[in-house]
């Protein structure tokens, strides 16, 4: 059994390197994909992330449901983006190309279909970089590295805490799932797909509910251990960042500027093919 | 402390107390054979597990924590697979069946009952099972409200459940196991975080279910005087191992056994040795037998006349 998106110890060098490296390299990488709309940029980005992906040895398993579910926000921000505006295409690009007629306002244009193909791309390059992240890192690792480049061990020691409890609150949503289950509630693959919804939400929520209490109480007993009194305090997790972190970094940084300034060279983020 | 006075009385008082009654029901109910599981390739946390549980018997499973008994309840139920052996219900394996189809024959209470609890008020979360099963509006309520008088929780019927503390949430889950009447009941500990009263109420409702319903009890648990009391057979497991499957009096007085799963001998051993009883195992079981048959009679006498109640409860 399989925990799904958390830190699973495997020997690549992805794995050894720091937090903090895998952490700047997500943020820049996010900001680039965020930014730019240069279909050949992205493109080389999702490749990059395939790539990156492949190596950390991340398993399907590790991160196939929660890949469906992202996948059912994407279709549903596709389709809202056409139903709320079918023109953001030719607007952009500037040009019109009428494939076919739908309904009222509703017409499916080349530009729009581009557009939107561009918002796709972008998600791709971005999914595989989170869960590459999530999978290789060690939580108290990371606090410890995050520390260690001068952010306040608050702040390391709560994110930390966050990815810690990916597991347990998933184990806990088995249990809770498997309980139900045998009290005579469908949730296999028996059940309708919207009951299966149904019933989902009600273990999700109280679930919720119950982390949220739970971050009270750990908060609380760490306070009364004494965490947070003292500016400094020792940690056993730290990595010293090594010759392939600042080979990353280096890379990283190097990588953002290029592509924000091939992006932006013309003076749009939008790379148009259409004129 | 001394004995001396007493040693004679006391050997005299073995010898003409009565001889335990051997159940000699013969229907298996559940029959774990040769089971083998792992959570991490590698790592056993179950080995060799084998037992028969009779229908109508009584029976704890003990062990230290960590032993795997709480994943033996798990794999039963279906949470699991097993990696290698067969587990029976009624002579028939459970393989092919799902969890909730298990789950129509045997009720588990699990260990934690946040695990359990998902709905916000306890009537709902009681009346769930039934609900699910589609249970008339009128007998769900006769019913929920039955087992929620048995647990001690009838005052609280319209709290919501965040608002109990863990021994009554506790109870909340034991509710809504019973309210729904399993062949086979397996209680992971159901005692923990229960006062005195509370323990009593509902040893005493399992053992009455147990003997007038011929249903199938299992519990899992640390507490050796509920052990003592109120099982006739115990199995012990230790490092996933089983160790033993015997009396409960039997088990608490093999050392051996109970220094490898961390039990503690009962006092009552100590006493027989000391006063030179040949066969001290049998003294505690004698003495065990006696003292459920006088519990018994108190409970008769406040079943005639129910204004002693406090008395025995108490
Ligand atoms: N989900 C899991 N993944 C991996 N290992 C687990 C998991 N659940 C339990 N274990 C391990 O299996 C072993 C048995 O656990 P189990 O919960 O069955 O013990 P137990 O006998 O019920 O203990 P306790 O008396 O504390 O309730 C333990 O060593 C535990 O670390
Ligand atoms: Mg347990």
């Not at chain 2, 009346?127 to 647990?151: D, N, Q, S």
Request: hydrophobic share 45%; charged share 25%; glycine share 6%.
């Amino acid at each position: 059994m399989s925990k799904i998106l958390s830190y699973e110890e495997k020997d690549t060098w992805i794995h050894q390197l720091s937090g903090v490296t895998k952490l700047i390299f997500f943020l820049l990488w996010c900001v680039v994909s965020m930014m730019t709309y240069d279909t050949r940029i992205l493109i080389l980005m999702v490749v990059f992330s395939l790539f990156v992906f492949k190596i950390s040895k991340t398993q399907w398993k590790q991160v196939g449901s929660v890949f469906k579910v992202v996948m059912v926000f994407l279709i549903f921000n596709v389709v809202a983006i056409f139903f709320f505006s079918p023109d953001q295409g030719s607007h952009i690009y500037g040009t019109r190309t009428v494939l076919f007629h739908i309904a009222g306002r509703y017409d499916m244009t080349l530009e729009q279909l581009f557009y939107e193909l561009n918002v796709v791309i972008k998600y791709f390059t971005i999914i595989p970089t989170v869960f590459m992240f999530l999978v290789t890192t060690n939580p108290s690792e990371f606090a410890a590295s995050m520390n260690k480049v001068g952010i306040s061990y608050n702040v390391g020691y709560a994110i930390s805490i966050a990815l810690r409890y990916i597991p347990d609150v998933q184990g806990e949503f088995t249990k809770i799932k498997h309980a139900q289950e045998a009290r005579g509630i469908e949730m296999s693959g028996k059940a309708s797909f919207l009951n299966r919804i149904k019933s989902t939400a009600s273990i999700i929520f109280p679930l919720i509910f119950s982390s949220m209490d739970r971050i009270d109480t750990v908060s609380n007993a760490m306070e009364l251990r004494g965490f947070g009194k003292h500016k400094k305090r020792t940690w056993y997790m730290a990595k010293k960042l090594k010759r392939n972190d600042y080979l990353t970094i280096g890379f990283t940084v190097i990588f953002a500027i290029v592509a924000l300034v091939f992006t932006f060279a013309d003076g749009s983020r939008f790379y148009n093919p259409f004129v | 402390m001394k004995l001396n006075n007493y040693k004679a009385p006391l050997r005299e008082w073995f010898n003409q107390a009565d001889r335990k009654k051997e159940k000699d029901e013969s229907v298996s109910a559940l029959k774990v054979e040769d089971l083998y599981f792992s959570y991490v390739e590698g790592k056993p946390i179950l080995q060799h597990i084998h037992f028969d549980i009779k229908k109508g018997e009584m029976v704890s499973i003990v062990g230290k924590n960590g032993a795997g008994k709480s994943t033996l309840s798990n794999l039963i139920c279906g949470f699991y697979k097993p990696v290698k052996g067969r587990i029976l219900l009624n002579g028939e394996d459970v393989a092919p069946l799902s969890i909730k189809e298990r789950g129509e024959k045997i009720g588990l209470v699990m260990q934690s009952p946040n695990q359990m609890i998902s709905k916000p008020m306890i009537y709902e979360e009681v009346a769930l099972g039934l609900a699910v099963r589609g249970v008339p509006e009128k007998e769900m309520k006769e019913r929920v409200y039955e087992t929620l008088k048995i647990c001690g929780l009838y005052p609280f019927r319209n709290w919501p459940v965040s608002a109990l503390s863990f021994g009554q949430k506790k109870r909340v889950s034991i509710a809504s196991i019973l309210v729904m009447n399993p062949e086979v009941l397996i209680l992971d500990e159901p005692t923990a975080g229960q006062d005195y009263r509370h323990y009593t109420e509902i040893m005493e409702f399992l053992k009455d279910i147990n003997e007038n319903f011929g249903i199938t009890i299992i519990m899992i648990t640390h507490d050796m005087h509920l052990m003592l009391e109120y099982t006739d057979r115990a199995i012990v497991i230790a490092d996933g191992h089983l160790i033993a499957d015997d009396t409960p009096a039997r088990i608490l007085t093999n050392e051996q056994i109970a220094d490898k799963a961390y039990l503690k001998k009962t006092s009552l051993y100590d006493l027989a040795v000391n006063c030179q009883i040949d066969n001290p195992s049998e003294f505690v079981e004698r003495f065990i037998a006696y003292e459920r048959q006088q519990r018994k009679l108190r409970i008769e006498k406040v079943k005639e006349n129910p204004a002693h109640v406090k008395d025995i409860i108490l």
